[in-house]
């Protein structure tokens, strides 16, 4: 088994957990640490839309919790014909605990799979540099 299945797999198992009731878009997310541990996140959705929880970002919480905070590679499962990769403010998300070149694979629960790094997703990430070089 690829290091990547193992991730497909934590996130298509969590990807069943997700509150979708108003989308019916189940998401499943997972993130590899540089220890090696497995985080998965679904997504959380709420009848005030903006309210929800993306599945990248709750997997991202549980690694939090756990207290790791590098991300080494990151799976991303929907039931949609094609992979589906994280939105905007996930991947800006993700660009706080992975380096530019951690690899992201998107999948679709029919075995569709696609993969890209973190900063194909976001060129131009938003930093830390660009904290410090504007505090005077």
Sequence with gaps: MR????LILAAKAVRENAHAPYSRFKVGAA??????KIFAGCNVENVAYPEGTCAEAGA??????HGEYDI???????????????CGGCRQKLAEFAASSTPVTMATVDGGQMTTTVGELLPGAFTTDHLNSGAQ
């Design 31 to 36: 993130v590899r640490t540089g220890s090696g």
């Design 3 to 6: 290091m990547t299945d193992d």
């Design 60 to 65: 991202i919480a549980a690694m939090c919790a």
């Design 72 to 86: 080494v590679e990151v799976a991303v499962i929907a039931g949609s014909p094609d992979p589906v990769p994280p």
